[in-house]
């Protein structure tokens, strides 16, 4: 939540508190009741993982991952990335060339400005393999002939 609650302690707020700024926030404020505390803290963001992935859902993730990290932990793509980007109620924030550049730079959630409730969508190429081919051409003559013989049989042949 918003606020951080230790027992014999008043409630802390980190309401406002920026990502980045939230060790040195809670340490201030701790230290008005103890003695030089030492603050290790990560903020997480709940994403929405979706499209071509392995396990598509929800996530809890650290801010500080990375791009590609998020991804992995979601079960991966199952091949080649096309076409992925982020959204945010249902408008693109980072297209496909951003995308891609992020992930090549190795960016973080926190880097891209990612926020609670927004959906990193993955579009994998179809694969294509020769017997995917064949089994599609051999159809159409197969379509033929059967319907041929059925014709043959009701005597419209």
């Known amino acids: ?6 027992p014999h302690i008043p409630p802390i707020s980190v309401r406002g508190v920026l990502r980045s700024e939230v060790e040195g926030h809670l340490e201030r404020e701790l230290g008005r009741y103890l003695r030089a505390p030492e603050v290790r803290a990560t903020t997480t963001i709940r994403l929405a993982v979706l ?6 859902g929800f996530y809890q993730l650290p801010a500080d991952l990375i791009l590609s990290e ?3 932990q979601a079960g991966g793509p199952p091949g080649e990335i096309s076409k992925s980007v982020i959204r945010r109620n249902g408008e693109d924030i980072v297209d496909t060339e951003q995308f891609q550049e992020a992930l090549t730079a190795g960016m973080t959630l926190d880097q891209l400005n990612l926020r609670a409730g927004d959906e990193i969508f993955l579009e994998a190429k179809q694969k294509r393999d020769m017997f995917t081919t064949l089994r599609t051409v051999a159809i159409i003559p197969a379509l033929i002939v059967s319907t041929y013989g059925v014709g043959k049989l009701v005597g419209i042949f």
């Open 70 to 72: 998020a991804i992995m």
């Open 51 to 56: 499209g071509s992935i392995g396990k598509p």
């Open 1 to 6: 939540g918003r606020n951080l609650e230790l």
